[in-house]
């Protein structure tokens, strides 16, 4: 926005500078011209006076003129008596129009000097009118010419000079009008990075200042909303974790008494239910946290991600005999993700492609770069899932066939979808290669030091 500002008050001054020129120039390159049209018209006219008057005092103070103009200017000065003269050569239009009793002025290329400038012919006449001779003056435009462009040059170092003062005045006056904004996108980037006790400066024009009211009341109001729904989560999870950790201790005891196998069944039927609301009641606890929490992305090394996600999951593989293999194409490939999402992540999809691997099968993770972006791709070798079912699979409480167990929630793929959104990532569903399902995570990459300029 500066460089906006300063880039159109410097035009501003520019299109002033040229506004007031381009007259004066028209007007000061039009008195030269006339000035030395009218230094020549004066002497053409005394030399034509001169000739006029034959004598010899006349003929020797011609001479002299003649002389002291080509000494004192660059210009000649030729006369050409009527009778008695050398005769004028046909295309000398000069002298031929001013015998004729008319006067010549033309600016072009003047034969007598080789070069181009002002050629003027007057007609020398008697005192009865009667033409006697003619007077040429010749007079080159170069001086003219180094003239104006010193008058120009000068005229364009002071323009340049002003540019300068005017970009550098531009540049202190844009600063300070884009005080107040700076300290907004200030405010702003400390609250995308989860600092919700941030505030704007109340200052600049009576608008900036009415903005960061807003927003400063604004801002309250969501960390006071926040705070209220952490707090919440909080309470929730003691409130709802502690009644079903009791109720399925009780089933527990029931079923250690209990002989009668139809009993028994009965209450293991309730304790899966319960440990079923159980898991219901962590995934809405886990969700609800990601909603609330704003954190700032940092760059994680998906190589040791994963190996570490592989770690927590292997003794449930080995037991099925599912082998978990990573597939990376660049082993320090990082990824932005907020403290603990991607683990999270990994857990989830992990879970749920174990429980939908058949016994000695192999999961698959790759990780890669695509299109700027670091890939995970999860990929199992479960049932699969149709393209309807695809589409709804990231909706909470949504159970497809084949994608989770008898036990899940519904509310895995809800949260994956949550923290890889809150990463500014995306999440997708495919069919794999060989059949099953391919879980494609696209996360940002750390910005390289060398970009961005």
């Known amino acids: 926005m ?33 000035d030395a049209e009218g230094s020549a018209r004066r002497e053409a006219q005394v030399a034509a006076l001169v000739l006029a008057t034959d004598d010899e005092s006349s003929r020797q103070a011609l001479v002299q003129l003649m002389a002291a103009y080509a000494q004192q200017t660059p210009g000649r000065l030729d006369v050409l008596p009527a009778v008695g003269g050398p005769p004028v050569a046909p ?49 080159p435009s170069k001086p003219l010419t180094d003239r104006l462009w010193e008058i120009w040059g000068f005229r364009a170092i002071l323009a340049v000079i002003v540019l300068a003062i005017a970009a550098a005045s531009g540049v ?18 400390r609250l995308r990075d989860g600092d919700l006790t941030a505030r704007a400066a109340e200052t600049g024009p009576a608008e900036t200042r009415t903005l960061a009211s807003t927003l400063n009341t604004a801002t309250g109001t969501i960390d006071t909303l926040v705070g209220a729904q952490r707090a919440f989560i909080g309470d929730a999870s003691h409130q709802l974790r502690t009644p079903l950790t009791a109720l399925r201790l009780s089933l527990d005891n029931i ?13 293991e039927r309730a304790t899966a239910e319960v440990v079923r609301m159980s898991r219901m009641v962590n995934g809405l606890l886990t969700l609800a946290r990601a909603e609330a929490a704003v954190t700032s992305p940092e760059p994680v090394k998906l190589a040791d991600a994963v190996a570490d996600r592989f770690e927590s999951w292997r003794a449930v593989a080995d037991e099925r005999g599912v082998t978990l293999r990573h597939e990376p194409t660049e082993p320090d490939l990082r990824a932005l993700a907020s403290p603990g999402h991607l683990e999270q992540v990994l857990d989830n999809v992990l879970s749920n492609a174990l429980e939908v691997s058949p016994d000695d099968a192999t999961i698959t993770v790759r990780s890669f770069r695509d299109d700027g972006k670091a890939i995970i791709e999860v990929v199992d070798h479960g049932p699969g899932m149709p393209a ?21 929630s519904g509310l895995g793929l809800a949260i994956v979808k949550q923290l890889v959104t809150d990463d500014g990532g995306t999440v ?26």
């Open 2 to 34: 500066i460089r906006q500002l300063v880039a159109s008050y410097v035009l501003l001054v520019a299109v002033a500078l040229v506004a007031f020129t381009a007259p004066v120039a028209v007007t000061l390159t039009q008195q030269v011209y006339g």
């Open 91 to 139: 295309d000398d239009t000069a002298f031929t129009e001013a015998l004729d009793g008319r006067e010549y002025l033309r600016w072009g290329h003047a034969d007598a000097l080789g070069a181009d400038g002002l050629v003027i012919a007057l007609p020398a006449r008697a005192p009865d009118g009667t033409v006697v001779g003619a007077v040429r003056v010749s007079f």
């Open 172 to 189: 202190l006056l844009a600063r300070r009008l884009t005080r107040p904004l700076r300290e907004l996108n200030r405010m702003a980037s």
């Open 255 to 267: 079923a250690d008494e209990v002989e009668d196998p139809y009993v028994r069944e009965d209450v």
């Open 388 to 408: 309807a079912d695809r589409q709804r699979a990231f909706d909470r409480f949504w159970r497809g066939r084949g994608l989770t167990g008898s036990g899940g």
């Open 428 to 453: 997708s569903l495919h069919d794999a290669e060989a059949g099953g399902l391919r879980v494609r995570i696209a996360l940002r990459t750390p910005a390289s030091p060398t970009s961005g300029g």
